[in-house]
């Protein structure tokens, strides 16, 4: 039986996060960078567990987002992963049923930068590309961050009705490491 947790920032322990980044480590394999655990830890933590082991993990980090001059409250999506031996199981539905709960109850807008081999996964879920123009606010002012390799999917959660204009840049916050 899978057991479900939604651990609230810093509730998980040390021995908990190593083994949530075990696992997203060895999901992502060698395209996962230190700086990527560390944007996935900062969020709140849906953890999927199975006889007392981790089977499937994924962080929602609260970001700012802006677009056509609003700023949007979101929950940005990170280490998105199912232990290799449970994949296709139906965790990843799980978990993501999870981390959109989140989403549509604490904020105002999902985003996350998917990799290549799970953008219909996301797609198949309501997940819309964003393929307009990508900026970030930095501390030297806003930069352009378009980057050919990203590829960014929003969730608009009820309220948020209107569709995004893809001729106006979507503007992140800034944060260390890739912005998206
Ligand atoms: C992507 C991932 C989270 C999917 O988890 P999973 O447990 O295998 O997926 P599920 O068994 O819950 O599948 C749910 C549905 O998504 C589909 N699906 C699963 N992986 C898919 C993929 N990579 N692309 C397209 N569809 C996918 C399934 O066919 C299923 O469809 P159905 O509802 O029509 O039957 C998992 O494969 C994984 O951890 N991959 C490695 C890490 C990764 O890529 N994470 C995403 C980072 S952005």
């Known amino acids: 039986m899978v057991e479900v947790l939604i651990a609230e920032r810093g509730d998980l322990g040390g021995a908990e996060l190593d083994a949530a ?3 997203v480590r060895s999901a992502f394999g060698s395209s996962f960078r230190s700086h990527d655990w560390l944007h996935a830890v900062e969020g709140v933590h849906v953890v999927l567990t199975a006889e007392q ?10 970001r ?19 232990r290799a031996d449970q994949q296709g199981c139906g965790l990843g539905r799980l978990v993501m049923d999870h981390a959109e709960n989140i989403i549509r109850t604490r904020h105002q807008l ?9 953008t219909d996964f996301y797609a198949a879920r309501g997940w819309r590309a964003w393929t307009g123009h990508t900026q970030a606010v930095g501390p030297a002012g806003v930069i352009d961050t378009y ?3 990203d590829r960014i999917y929003l ?11 893809s001729e106006t840049a979507l503007i992140c916050d800034w944060r260390p490491g890739d912005l998206w």
């Not at 677009?67 to 990170?78: K, L, M, P, R, S």
Request: proline share 4%; net charge negative; glycine share 10%.
């Open 155 to 165: 969730l608009h959660p009820a309220g948020v009705d209107q569709p995004f204009d």
């Open 64 to 82: 700012t987002l802006h677009h056509n001059g609003i700023a949007f409250d979101t929950g940005y999506v990170e280490g998105v992963a199912v």
């Open 53 to 62: 082991s981790l089977v499937a993990f994924a962080a929602v980090v609260a």
């Open 147 to 149: 980057d050919h390799a």
């Open 110 to 118: 999902g985003a996350l930068n998917a990799v290549e081999t799970a």
């Open 21 to 23: 980044e075990r696992l």
